[in-house]
């Protein structure tokens, strides 16, 4: 079952989604020119792009190496991480990286919301929403006025724990978490949506040493 919840997010309701209007679903991420307008390192490529010509909008979202760049292999919206915090200090090796731009300058008629999935299991869901237009979430280093930006966030950020629903997050678990942007109209209904996937898998030699020590154990067992 799919558990929602919300944190920072503004009176503006989700309403039922009335399909996406002229969106086309691209692979590479255009409009900001060679890098994106947030943060030092981060790369504008390999986002999941979701274009709306009729309200003449694009959104992106991705999965990415921290302090790195892009995730390999990368299929699709699928993107491929590993297990474990790299400097020991609890965040994860993987960041998620979103952008929007409104080509018409009128963000303020559209809600813009992040949904991230802190459940680990595959095909299962819990999401922590944030509202980009909140200013609570600005207080959370993700909220965003502007016609065009993003951000680029840690799922082990400590804030996301502040939403009493979130999970737990495990750094060193492996499984899929599900990566949304999403625009909304002021009547409420979904008019944009790009989504990503993170699979987090381990080594190979991590996974023939973890088969081995349960090998090992199934033998005491007996």
Known sequence: MTKTSMIAVMAVAAGSAMGQINTVTETSFSGFGATMPFGTGNQNENYVVTTNTALNFEIGIKGKERFVGQLAPTVGNVYTALPGSPTSN?????????????????????????????????????????????????????GLNTDSGGGSQNLGFG???????????????????????RVVDEPGNEV??????????????????????????ARRRR
């Open 90 to 142: 609890g965040l994860s090796g993987w960041n998620v990286d979103f952008a929007f731009n409104f080509f018409n300058n009128d963000r303020i008629d559209y809600g813009v919301f992040i949904d991230l999935d802190f459940d680990s299991g595959v095909g299962s869901t819990s999401f922590v929403t944030v509202d980009l237009g909140n200013p609570l979430a600005q207080g959370l280093g993700v």
């Open 159 to 181: 804030f996301w724990q502040l939403d009493p629903n979130a999970l737990p997050f495990d750094v060193n678990a492996a499984g899929e978490y599900e990566l949304v942007i």
């Open 192 to 217: 944009g949506r790009a989504t990503a996937f993170v699979n987090v898998v381990p080594t190979p030699a991590s996974a023939a040493m973890l088969g081995l020590a349960g090998m090992a154990a």
